[in-house]
């Protein structure tokens, strides 16, 4: 049979049906990750309909939150502040201010000695080895502590924490932690253990948005700020899947949060992007039918640097693979899709793609022949 124009079109379609970029996954440098979840909340506007997240609604005694004060996280304190508009990327958020999700601790203390604050967690727990990254402005107000954080149980934990009263002219630290049985040892003291480590950011993070990140690989963890290596730990590295929290609290302990604060305190988050391998054989199984070829062109894509802060006031737009067309099929991405093209996302698989071959081919044969 020889080939005609049309035939050949046909053949050029399947092609394009049955492949899409990212099949294999995301990359830093050589290390590949399967799956992704990505939240833009610059335009999000309501984060207890967003299926990726779950604004948290809990209690803590003072004796369990190890503080003069306990916890009361409620989603009161969880509160979307989009973007005016969903084609802008820069401006304050419809209730004034910096634009993006704000978690709130809340000033003063309440009667029953339980400090009201927010928190919200991934809905997926099968986070196993990753790299997670997160654009925040912490809050100026003294007295709490901003936590962008992996979890699994209390002795395999990757913290990244922000304690508003170590800021001043001459202090902007953060605060690294992998919990381990050590400081479960030490009475989750961490600053006895090996895998704590305080470092001086060459920035004030309540000033501006910057990007906090940790890349988790078996060996070890490592630890970024605008993209700058600050840390590389390779003990008590976590070996079980786990999920990622944000959360902004005080508990008065004057050792950590200090507070609680005098005002209401504002951490805004701009976004989270998080590209990790999963631990559910379901997510394993639906990798290795879509990543056929790892040579392909566009099998594996590189994820995009973030080296300097993004400024809300000018543009804080970043790159998001779900916000592309051709990137993340097959994933589940959840975020608010906005600004650029939204993925077609039409499930064209193998079977789809040839029964429509197929037919085209008989019309043709029918009506021209060979
Ligand atoms: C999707 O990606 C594949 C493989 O890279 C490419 O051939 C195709 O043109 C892309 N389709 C769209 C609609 O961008
Ligand atoms: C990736 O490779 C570049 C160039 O060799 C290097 O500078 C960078 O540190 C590497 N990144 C990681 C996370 O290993
Ligand atoms: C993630 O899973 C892929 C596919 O199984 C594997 O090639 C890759 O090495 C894994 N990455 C890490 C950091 O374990
Ligand atoms: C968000 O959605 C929930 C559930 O649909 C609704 O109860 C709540 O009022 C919404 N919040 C805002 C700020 O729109
Ligand atoms: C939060 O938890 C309290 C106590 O368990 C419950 O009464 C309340 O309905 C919950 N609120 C929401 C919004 O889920
Ligand atoms: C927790 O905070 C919520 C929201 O402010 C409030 O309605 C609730 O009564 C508080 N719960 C406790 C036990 O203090
Ligand atoms: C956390 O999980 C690991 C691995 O299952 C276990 O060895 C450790 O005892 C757990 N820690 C706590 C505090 O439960
Ligand atoms: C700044 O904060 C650091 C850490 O809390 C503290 O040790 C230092 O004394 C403070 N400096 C000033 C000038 O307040
Ligand atoms: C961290 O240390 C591990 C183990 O020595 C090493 O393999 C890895 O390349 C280091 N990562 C970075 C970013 O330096
Ligand atoms: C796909 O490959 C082309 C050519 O190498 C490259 O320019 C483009 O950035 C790649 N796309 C992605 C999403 O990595
Ligand atoms: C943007 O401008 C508003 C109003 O002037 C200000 O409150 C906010 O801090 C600015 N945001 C950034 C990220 O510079
Ligand atoms: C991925 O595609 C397979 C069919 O090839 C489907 O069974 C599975 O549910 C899809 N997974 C997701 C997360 O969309």
Request: hydrophobic share 40%; aromatic share 12%.
């Amino acid at each position: 049979m020889f080939i005609t124009p049309f035939f050949l079109s046909l053949l050029l379609l399947l092609a394009q049906l049955v492949r899409s970029d990212c099949e294999c996954g995301y990359t830093v440098n050589a290390t590949l990750y399967t799956d992704l979840i990505e939240t833009d909340f610059l335009h999000l506007a309501n984060i207890t309909t967003d299926p990726d997240w779950q604004p948290q609604n809990y209690t803590a005694s003072p004796a369990l939150a190890r503080g003069p004060y306990g916890k009361n996280a409620s989603l009161t304190n969880v509160l979307a502040n989009p973007l005016k508009s969903k084609y802008d990327w820069a401006g304050d958020g419809i209730n004034g201010g910096d634009a993006g999700l704000q978690i709130l601790v809340r000033g003063g203390v309440p009667a029953d000695g339980l400090i009201p604050m927010g928190e919200l967690a991934t809905a997926r727990t099968d986070m196993f080895f990753g790299t997670f990254r997160a654009g925040m402005k912490v809050t100026p107000t003294s007295g709490t502590c901003g936590a962008f954080f992996w979890y699994f149980n209390d002795t395999q934990e990757i913290d990244m924490e922000f304690l508003s009263v170590e800021y001043n002219a001459s202090s902007t630290p953060v605060n690294l932690v992998l919990q381990s049985t050590e400081s479960e040892e030490a009475g989750f003291n961490a600053a006895q253990t090996g895998t704590f480590k305080v470092h001086q950011l060459a920035f004030d993070p309540a000033g501006a948005f910057h990007e906090y990140r940790f890349d988790w690989s078996p060996e070890s963890v490592s630890f970024y700020a605008d993209g700058v290596l600050l840390d590389n730990m390779t003990q008590a590295v976590p070996t079980s899947p786990g999920h990622l929290t944000l959360s902004h609290w005080s508990t008065g302990n004057p050792d950590w949060s200090a507070g609680p604060p005098i005002t209401d305190a504002i951490l805004t988050v701009q976004y989270l992007k998080g590209y990790f391998n999963s631990s559910d054989p379901a997510r394993q199984r639906d990798w290795s039918k879509r990543c056929k070829d790892h040579s392909a062109v566009n099998a594996t894509c590189p994820i995009p640097e973030i080296t300097e802060s993004p400024n809300g006031n000018v543009s804080a737009k970043t790159f998001f693979f779900s916000m592309q067309k051709n990137e993340t099929v097959n994933q589940t991405v959840s975020g608010s899709k906005t600004s650029e093209g939204i993925s077609m996302e039409i499930p064209w698989d193998t079977r789809t793609a040839t029964t429509v071959v197929l037919l085209l081919s008989i019309m043709w044969l029918a009506f021209y022949g060979l």
